[in-house]
């Protein structure tokens, strides 16, 4: 298991709470003790790319569902639903696995954040 760092919380800890929000990942990012880390800026840049991932599907989605309103209101929602809930569960499994000290690598923005954490 990673060691704790100065300010008391461990990596993986670290890693977890990066995945909250984007600002954490930022943060942590940027402060000293964690951007030193690799298994805390992967877990941080996996979360930046999630979150775009997560801003991309909403906009397009707010498009298909204002066009598609006019055809199939209720299979519009059941997508949007099941897309979202998707979203959560994986957004769910990323930060349960950086809480017990695992690299869960995402299909393609796993590969990202690797290259952009330098590991």
Known sequence: MPETTQAGISDNGAGAL???????AIIFLVMPPYNASPYVRFHCWQSIF????????????????????????????????????????????CVLQALNGKRFKLPIIGALAEKQAGI
């Open 18 to 24: 990066s995945y909250i929000t984007i600002v954490p």
């Open 50 to 93: 999630l979150n775009i991932v997560g801003i991309v599907l909403w906009v397009g989605l707010a498009i298909v569902t204002i066009v598609g309103l006019f055809f199939a209101p209720f299979l519009v929602m059941i997508i949007r639903l099941l897309i979202f809930l998707g979203l959560f569960a994986l957004w769910l499994v």
